[in-house]
């Protein structure tokens, strides 16, 4: 697998699994800093990255204090699987601008495992959930797609297809994400309702969705942010790294 994940990602630097919920701790945070000739024989983990906080809110990584991109990390940007040194990580997210820490942790990576870091806020109070990611090859016509919610102001959603009558993905609340689920390769429309189905909230249309990929679905943004700006509630499609 690291032979095939190191080819990937050295063409795609930034383009369930178990979860944690994690709130601002005082602690501090590091990445792996060798080069790719070493990598083969040094034990990885991988991790991905998304800001789902605000569109004012740029984020510095640091990973046990080493800085690990020196450009900041905005609002609705994705950051694909890099790899880490496993162990104990102390990870800082902070504001590129005061260098002021907005959340701090602690995470123990493990050999050849795959992560996520989400990021999001409920007032002025950062969240972020971390969490083991699954990534199974997908059965023969099947993308696999899980949904995570990183709107605090929205009531339970469900997630809809079109001309599908049940939802594909239902009653799911703020800071939850789900496991990958199997879904029919194509064209189609992600809709994003209330629980009951009544109310159509955002959708994403005539997307494509290819046999073998993997796909996470972000919730992002405020229903209570002016529908134009870039706070608004909105859905966001993200490729996991495809297969092993």
Same mark, same amino acid.
């Given at each position: 697998?690291?032979?095939?994940?190191?080819?990937?990602?050295?063409? @795609?630097?930034?383009?369930? *699994?178990?979860?944690?919920?994690?709130?601002?701790?005082?602690?501090?945070?590091?990445?792996?800093?060798?080069?790719?000739?070493?990598?083969?024989?040094?034990?990885?983990?991988?991790? *991905?990255?998304?800001?789902?906080?605000?569109?004012?809110?740029?984020?510095?990584?640091?990973?046990?204090?080493?800085?690990?991109?020196?450009?900041?990390?905005?609002?609705?940007?994705?950051?694909?699987?890099?790899?880490?040194?496993?162990?104990?990580?102390?990870? @800082?997210?902070?504001?590129?601008?005061?260098?002021?820490?907005?959340?701090?942790?602690?995470?123990?990576?493990?050999?050849?495992?795959?992560?996520?870091?989400?990021?999001?806020?409920?007032?002025?109070?950062?969240?972020?959930?971390?969490?083991?990611?699954?990534?199974?090859?997908?059965?023969?016509?099947?993308?696999?797609? &899980?949904?995570?919610?990183?709107? @605090?102001?929205?009531?339970?959603?469900?997630?809809?297809?079109?001309?599908?009558?049940?939802?594909?993905?239902?009653? &799911?609340?703020?800071?939850?994400?789900?496991?990958?689920?199997?879904?029919?390769?194509?064209?189609?429309?992600?809709?994003? &309702?209330?629980?009951?189905?009544?109310?159509?909230?955002?959708?994403?249309?005539?997307?494509?969705?290819?046999?073998?990929?993997?796909?996470?679905?972000?919730?992002?943004?405020?229903?209570?942010?002016?529908?134009? *700006?870039?706070?608004?509630? &909105?859905?966001?499609?993200?490729?996991?790294?495809?297969?092993?």
């Amino acid at each position: 697998m690291k032979a095939q994940m190191l080819n990937y990602l050295k063409s @795609s630097r930034v383009s369930w *699994s178990k979860a944690w919920i994690l709130v601002t701790i005082p602690f501090t945070f590091s990445c792996l800093d060798m080069d790719e000739g070493n990598l083969e024989n040094t034990p990885t983990a991988y991790v *991905s990255f998304f800001n789902g906080t605000r569109a004012d809110n740029e984020i510095k990584i640091e990973v046990d204090n080493k800085v690990y991109d020196r450009k900041s990390f905005d609002f609705g940007q994705y950051i694909d699987y890099w790899y880490f040194y496993t162990g104990e990580r102390n990870f @800082s997210f902070k504001d590129p601008e005061t260098q002021e820490s907005v959340l701090d942790t602690t995470v123990t990576l493990e050999i050849e495992k795959v992560y996520s870091f989400f990021m999001t806020e409920a007032g002025e109070e950062i969240k972020t959930i971390f969490t083991e990611d699954s990534l199974e090859t997908p059965d023969e016509g099947k993308a696999l797609i &899980r949904l995570v919610n990183l709107s @605090s102001d929205i009531p339970n959603v469900s997630i809809y297809q079109r001309n599908q009558e049940g939802p594909l993905i239902n009653d &799911r609340e703020f800071m939850d994400i789900t496991d990958f689920v199997p879904v029919d390769m194509g064209e189609t429309d992600l809709i994003l &309702r209330s629980d009951d189905g009544s109310e159509e909230l955002a959708r994403i249309n005539d997307i494509h969705l290819r046999e073998g990929r993997i796909y996470t679905l972000v919730i992002r943004g405020k229903v209570q942010a002016e529908s134009n *700006s870039a706070d608004a509630l &909105r859905l966001q499609l993200i490729r996991n790294y495809p297969n092993y």
